[in-house]
Each structure stands twice: as structure tokens, then as C-alpha cells.
């Protein structure tokens, strides 16, 4: 456990240390120092890191995620959690290889290679002219040309496949309005339908009774005159049917 705080100390004290130099005596470059300057601090990180153990590395790792105000701590735990991600693809450390730093505005951008026994990789570290802070430190594994034409391929694919696949949802949806016109309008036509038998209904109970009231009236006429041919009353006798000849 002791030697696990002292390296993780050892690499805040290289961030700190290097980030907050002033100027030195040779010619200033980049924040006040030479390449040289910086390709030395660069090995210095990349030698503190890969003395650590896969188990140190993800508790180190671990115990960052919890530090959320340090700005330092924070870039720490960004560059570790890089190097558990690539170190199983990279492998061991061989050497290192050449090393380049350019200025971009307020960035300054240092680029140290690293020779693995399975891949290469570059190291990043990135600072700001501004405030002379670093700001970003990557391991990034190098593919080769025929690697990232094949990754772009298949990334290509992914996004036509999500085009066509979103194109064709649309489509059967599109397709889909016509069923449901269909089906407005077949409510609508039964409710029409309803109405319409509603409404023959209506009309034949009424044209029913028109008729019986009609009968009614002739069964009165008919018994009136009876019993003025007769010389009775109308009480004398009943008329229990009327039937019809056309």
C-alpha cells in the first residue's frame, strides 16, 4: 500500500512539477522551455505510468473517480483510464521512438512515440499557452492504413444501415395512413347505415299509425250510417272488421 502512494505521488508531483516550472535558461519555446524540455517530462510520465501494475493502475484509477474538484486529479484519472484500455492491445513497452511538439494557436501539443511488443502508440500530452496548464494527456495506438480504411468501412456501413433502416419505418407508417382513412371512413358509412334504418323505422311506425287512425275514422262513418239505415244505435251492434277492395 506504501508503494502504491508513493507512485501515484510521484506522478501528481510530475504534472505539478512540470507544468508550474518557470522559465529556464535556454531559449524559450514553448511556455518558456525547449523540445527537449518537454520530450524529458513526456518519458518521465510514460515511465512513472508503466511502472505500475494492471491491479495499481485500476485502484489508482478507482480512487480519481472520486476526486471531482482537482483539475489535476481529474486529468489523471481521464489518462489512466486510457491506459487500461489500450495496454492489453499494446503490450509491453520496448522503447521510445520519436518525439515532435507543435504550437496551434493557445495549444501547445507535445507527441512522444512509444514502441509496444504488439503495437505502437503515441503519447499526447497537450498544454495551454494561456495559463501554461496542461489540459489533456492520451495514449493513442497507431493503426495502420489499411486498419482505419476497414474501421472507417465499417462505420460508413453503420450509418447507411441506420439511414435505410429509419427510411424504411417511415415508409410502413406512410403506407400505414391509408388504412386508417379506410377505417374513418367505414365508421362513418356504418353510422350513416344506422341513421338510415333509424330513420325507416320512424317512418313506417308513423305510416302505422296513420293507418289505424284512418280505420278508426271509417269504423265510425260506417257504424254511423248503419244505424240511420236501421232505425238503432250504434250501441245496438259492433263492426269488428273492414275489409278492403281495390
Known amino acids: 500500500m506504501k508503494k502504491k ?10 504534472l505539478l512539477l512540470f507544468t508550474a516550472c518557470g522559465q529556464s535558461d535556454g531559449p524559450e519555446l514553448y511556455n518558456g522551455h525547449d523540445s527537449d524540455y518537454w520530450e524529458q517530462m513526456c518519458k518521465s510520465l510514460v515511465v512513472e505510468v508503466e511502472s505500475m501494475t494492471p491491479d495499481e493502475m485500476q485502484q489508482y484509477y478507482d480512487g480519481l473517480a472520486q476526486t471531482k474538484n ?22 509491453e513497452i520496448q522503447d521510445f521512438k520519436d518525439f515532435k511538439i507543435e504550437k496551434t494557436g493557445k495549444t501547445i501539443t507535445a507527441t512522444l512515440g512509444l514502441d509496444y511488443s504488439k503495437r505502437d502508440a503515441d503519447f499526447v500530452y497537450v498544454m495551454s499557452t494561456v495559463s501554461q496548464d496542461v489540459t489533456a494527456i492520451n495514449l493513442q495506438p497507431q493503426y495502420t492504413m489499411g486498419e482505419t480504411m476497414k474501421k472507417a468501412g465499417m462505420n460508413t456501413i453503420m450509418g447507411i444501415s441506420i ?84
Open 5 to 14: 502512494h508513493i507512485l501515484i505521488t510521484c506522478i501528481l508531483s510530475v
Open 70 to 91: 482537482d483539475e489535476t486529479a481529474k486529468i489523471m484519472h481521464e489518462m489512466l483510464g486510457n491506459w487500461i484500455e489500450y495496454r492489453p492491445v499494446l503490450g
Open 163 to 246: 439511414v435505410f433502416c429509419m427510411l424504411a419505418i417511415m415508409s410502413v407508417i406512410i403506407y400505414c395512413f391509408k388504412f386508417i382513412s379506410v377505417l374513418e371512413e367505414k365508421a362513418k358509412n356504418k353510422g350513416n347505415k344506422a341513421e338510415d334504418k333509424g330513420a325507416a323505422v320512424t317512418a313506417a311506425v308513423s305510416e302505422a299509425n296513420a293507418v289505424s287512425t284512418d280505420d278508426t275514422e271509417l269504423i265510425a262513418v260506417i257504424a254511423a250510417a248503419i244505424a240511420a239505415a236501421t232505425g238503432t244505435s250504434t250501441d245496438d251492434f259492433v263492426v269488428r272488421s273492414i275489409k278492403r277492395r281495390f
